[in-house]
């Protein structure tokens, strides 16, 4: 009888019984992540288009003048004008942006796994690196500025406020490895570079992505400072560097275009790192695994 009743409820379609994929059911959570999806896509479009049309707007009708503010239309076309400028200057800025958080990544995963090595080593020099992380890029950067050449010096502070992040979420995922599947290596004796390589980084990995990801957007931040302050000395040839000019000059429409292009270069670099954390973890990891269907 109760072989009867299944097969008249897998026949009826009844969602209670019938767990396929196509069930009423799952066709429903599809539809749900579907809509969440596009309304997470759409609602930010439609509110960025709706702030831009009252900016153009409030710019027409009050007769602002382009040296006070700028229409989008006009920061657009001034973009497409100036864009040979714009263009390599933003090469200049991404170059040490991508210098700077190399060195902080190695830098700081390196530095970490010393410290996960030899505690003597991890309370001598750790304090350091606070120091380093709290002490403002805007008073350092002038500083480097007189000692370094200028190049270096904008290097210096992209690493400087990128190299923190990575170390301290690297150092923090090292020491927060299960002990149990620690003792279960030594159980079974594997040698310190076993439990590193097979255990301790791959357990840490979540840890430093999260560091790369917020390194990403800071080593952008420090060579901007960096390229500023040297904008402020008559050096420099980054897209900062432009902003501060075109600040001198009044030349506000180029200064909106070059800092629209700031925006979507860290906007790009931010869905880049966490592209590679969703590909590093995607198949194992609870915070990358997709939600249940």
């Known amino acids: 009888m109760s072989e009867d009743f299944s097969a008249h409820s897998r026949a009826s379609g009844n969602p209670a019984v019938n767990k396929t994929s196509g069930s009423p059911l799952s066709r429903g959570r599809a539809g749900l992540f579907g809509r969440d999806r596009t309304l997470r896509l759409a609602l930010p479009i439609a509110v960025l288009a709706l702030l831009l049309a009252i900016w153009e707007a409030a710019v027409q009708i009050e007769n602002i003048p382009p040296y006070v503010l700028p229409g989008p239309g006009l920061i657009v076309r001034t973009l497409a004008s ?39 080593v991890e309370y001598s020099l750790y304090p350091y690196a606070v120091i380093l992380q709290v ?106 560097y432009r902003i501060a000019e075109s600040g001198y000059r009044l030349n506000i429409p180029r200064m909106f275009a070059a800092l629209l292009l700031l925006s979507v270069a860290g906007i790009v670099i931010f869905y880049v790192l966490s592209f590679v954390n969703y590909l590093a973890l995607r198949h194992w990891h609870e915070s990358a695994l997709g939600q249940e269907r």
């Open 82 to 120: 100036d864009w040979a400028l714009l263009c390599q200057s933003l090469i200049v800025t991404l170059v040490t942006t991508f210098e700077g958080f190399l060195l902080a990544a190695v830098g700081g995963v390196g530095l970490a796994v010393l410290f996960n090595r030899s505690r003597l």
């Open 135 to 240: 002490t403002p890029i805007v008073a350092i950067a002038p500083l480097l500025l007189i000692y370094l050449p200028q190049p270096l010096a904008v290097l210096a502070c992209a690493w400087i406020v990128a190299f923190f992040p990575v170390l301290a979420n690297a150092t923090l995922g090292l020491h927060s490895v299960d002990r149990n599947l620690v003792d279960l290596f030594t159980l079974y004796g594997a040698s310190r570079g076993q439990m590193l390589w097979r255990l301790k980084l791959p357990s840490a990995l979540p840890y430093i992505l999260g560091g790369l990801r917020i390194a990403g957007g800071l080593s952008l931040i420090g060579a901007v400072v960096a390229e500023i302050a040297a904008g402020s000395a008559g050096a420099g040839s980054g897209l900062a």
